[in-house]
């Protein structure tokens, strides 16, 4: 068994152990991925301030996500078709969670439905709805979390029409994967993945197959969306669509201080300032270099939380001293479970503990709700001067 270090050796491992049409669909941002490359490198440009002699002991990492009780503000992220990178991957990736002590957030389009995963854990989980015209579906799919015991609401409002990713036409992505002469040569070199897939019936988008009315390829991702999400969403009817719920939201996707005031206005319990991973529009600023302009409109108002671009419990630390409440990982949990499953996403979060933890000591720092921008060097013109 190799020793894992760091994030990037999960990553490593899953791209081994993984078809390839998956690996690439988590491994890739939209058109030219600049900005799925900056979410990353934009986090290298903050610099961190090294503290000596002072007391390191009783440190913690717990905290609260919209008044959860949290072991490290770090939640994991909606992730459609978890359950492809490895069998119940959904199911895996929400036990491992609830054992660490950080959320998990089903996306709608996962391979296991809101009740498989309800089914086999014990605490309440997060759900996440894409913004859809079928009012009957919504609110099907509102009734099915709130019976499963979910206990917010994440409402993505980056994705009403999907950005390009090369990778994904090019593979042909499809879940489960269709049987072309690539992806058969693929699967040959990755069949202990496929003997656990063979062994599960989740193989289906679990949330929508069976529940669904006109789904025309359930099996396919780019044709469901196209059919079913509301291109006319606007903010009446994410005010409606939050009714409809009744429960803790969370307004997931916002970027820019404009949308984060309306978000704040509407009432929301939490923003997650995110570009999806760099995955819808390209071009668009990082989280980290967008969150100071965001915190300084609605900081006060409305709970900020941060996503895109997290590959360490450094790059926590860096988003947490910033001014976010609360964290995501999208990518970093993804590489643990198509590596090692449930193992692997519990030690993709201890790495990221580990990190996080020892940084803030090495900061002079003994508990994460005390982080600020004096543990940071943050580079005079970090958010850029923009013209419009
Ligand atoms: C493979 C993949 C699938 C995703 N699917 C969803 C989804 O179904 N719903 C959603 O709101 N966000 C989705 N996202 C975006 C994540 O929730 C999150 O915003 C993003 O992964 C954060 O960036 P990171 O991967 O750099 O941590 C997806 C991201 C990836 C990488």
């Given at each position: 068994m190799p020793v894992i270090t760091t994030i990037a050796d999960l990553k490593r491992l899953h791209k081994r152990r993984t078809p390839k049409m998956f690996y690439d669909y988590a491994e890739s941002g939209s058109w030219t991925e600049q900005t799925f490359r900056e979410n990353t490198s934009d986090f290298d440009q903050i610099r961190l301030r090294q503290r000596i002699?002072?007391?390191?002991?009783?440190r913690t990492t717990a905290s609260q996500m919209i008044g959860q009780d949290v072991a490290m503000p770090v939640a994991l992220a909606p992730v459609g078709l978890t359950g492809m990178q490895c069998a119940d991957g959904e199911i895996k990736a929400a036990r491992a969670a609830e054992k660490f002590g950080v959320p998990f957030t089903l996306s709608t389009?996962?391979?296991?439905?809101i009740e498989d995963v309800a089914e086999h854990t014990t605490k309440p989980f997060w759900f996440q709805v894409y913004t859809l015209k079928d009012d009957d579906f919504m609110q099907r799919l509102f009734d099915r979390a709130r019976d499963a015991g979910c206990s917010a609401m994440v409402i993505t409002l980056d994705l009403q029409i999907m950005g390009q990713r090369h990778k994904d036409l090019k593979n042909g992505l499809s879940a489960p994967p269709k049987f072309t002469l690539a992806s058969m040569a693929d699967l040959a070199t990755k069949w202990p993945w496929g003997i656990e897939m063979l062994q599960?019936?989740?193989?289906?988008f679990g949330n929508i197959v069976?529940?669904?009315?006109?789904?025309?390829?359930?099996?396919s991702l780019a044709s469901w969306t196209a059919e079913?999400?509301?291109?006319?969403?606007?903010w009446d009817r994410v005010a409606q669509l939050m009714k409809m719920w009744g429960g803790p939201v969370i307004l997931k996707g916002i970027l820019d201080a404009d949308d984060a005031r309306k978000a704040a206005e509407l009432g929301a319990d939490a923003i997650i300032v995110s570009n999806h991973g760099g995955r819808q529009l390209d071009g668009a600023l990082s989280s980290i270099r967008a969150l100071p302009a965001i915190l300084d409109a609605v900081g006060d108002k409305v709970e900020v939380h941060l996503d895109s671009g997290i590959r360490s419990g450094q790059d926590v630390l860096k988003a947490l001293a910033m001014g976010a409440k609360g964290t995501y990982i999208g990518r970093a949990f993804v590489n643990g479970l198509g590596a090692m499953g449930e193992k692997g996403v519990t030690t993709a979060l201890e790495v990221i503990h580990k990190e996080l933890d020892t940084t803030m000591a090495l900061c002079g720092?003994?508990?994460?709700?005390?982080?600020?921008?004096?543990?940071l060097l943050v580079?005079?013109?970090?958010?850029g001067r923009w013209c419009s």
């Open positions: 002699a002072v007391d390191m002991t009783n389009m996962s391979i296991c439905s599960t019936k989740r193989r289906f069976g529940h669904a009315k006109g789904v025309s390829d359930p099996s079913a999400f509301d291109h006319a969403l606007d720092r003994r508990d994460v709700k005390t982080l600020d921008r004096d543990i580079p005079e013109d970090f958010e």
